[in-house]
């Protein structure tokens, strides 16, 4: 991980143990790493919903869309749901369960928050550029996910 990485996950480690709430936290956390690093254009959280069958729009930073409920297994989001992996779409039209949220999206990256083992909401970012998504941005959006995990 670079150091700007390093320095998000201590403003993200900073934000979980403040005294802020759930929703305000995921908020200022989707807020900070679309303002901080350039190919994340629109960042949110989905939340799995009580009956654990759709996944619910929470805080997010960027567009509005309307995607604001989501079928475990429909749609990247959804599978990253019902799988509990991480996955990355480098390029969106060559995904055939892709779910349009803009014509201007090009890649995605969803990542799972995993809680006791159990799949609870996951980080979803879009990016306006192609092929953006590393290895480096995997390992460091993992980490922030484990990071907020505790507030599950």
Request: glycine share 6%; charged share 20%; net charge negative.
């Amino acid at each position: 991980m670079n150091n700007l990485h390093q320095l998000l996950l201590n403003q993200i480690t900073t934000l979980a143990c403040s005294e802020r709430s759930q929703l305000e936290i995921l908020k200022e956390s989707s807020e900070l790493l679309k303002r901080t690093i350039f190919h994340y254009d629109w960042v949110g959280f989905y939340i799995l919903d009580n009956q654990a069958s759709n996944l619910i729009l929470g805080p997010y930073t960027g567009k509005p869309t309307e995607h604001i409920c989501i079928p475990v297994g429909k749609g990247v989001c959804g599978q990253v749901a019902q799988s509990k992996t991480l996955k990355v779409v480098q390029d969106v039209s060559k995904e055939g369960n892709y779910i349009a949220c803009s014509v201007d999206v090009q890649s995605e990256i969803v990542v799972p928050i995993i809680k006791n083992g159990e799949f609870v909401a996951e980080i979803d970012i879009d990016s306006h550029s192609p092929s953006p998504f590393t290895l480096d941005d995997q390992e460091f959006l993992s980490a922030v996910c484990k990071i907020l995990s505790e507030l599950f």
